[in-house]
């Protein structure tokens, strides 16, 4: 079991900048690790995803070019730095983390992460 805690969430003007960070309760050097976002009325959505290392990264379409996942293994904590953000990016953020090595459902499937942390709030005005 890991726990997963999100900070860093908050309100902001469109345009702006936030970064979030994921912090475990243990070494996750060995894990695939997931951003994903829900706002209201709406199902969870992929947003990024960084292999174990952090060599590999990948992203939804409406958020390349504006957010960027990394990972510092030996803090255990991962990020995302959001910039030039829309009103459109307001939901609640939640990193996930996925041990297994191996492709259950694909890194852009919340069913590939076994372990889901309680979400921050992300607020974009206009």
């Known amino acids: 079991q890991v726990q997963l805690v999100e900070s860093g969430g908050g309100l902001v003007q469109a345009g702006g900048s936030l970064m979030l960070s994921c912090a475990a309760s243990?070494?996750?050097?060995?894990?695939?690790m997931g951003w994903f976002r829900q706002a209201p009325g709406k199902e969870r959505q992929f947003v990024a995803a960084?292999?174990?290392?952090?060599?590999?990264?990948a992203y939804a379409d409406s958020v390349k070019g504006r957010f960027t996942n990394s990972r510092d293994n030996a803090k255990n904590t991962i990020y995302l730095q959001m910039n030039v953000l829309k009103p459109e990016d307001t939901a609640v953020y939640y990193c996930a983390a996925d041990p297994s090595f191996r492709t259950v459902a694909g890194p852009e499937s919340p069913h590939q992460y076994a372990y889901w942390g309680q979400g921050t709030q992300v607020t974009v005005s206009s």
């Open positions: 243990k070494p996750t050097n060995n894990y695939a």
């Open positions: 960084i292999d174990w290392s952090g060599g590999n990264t």
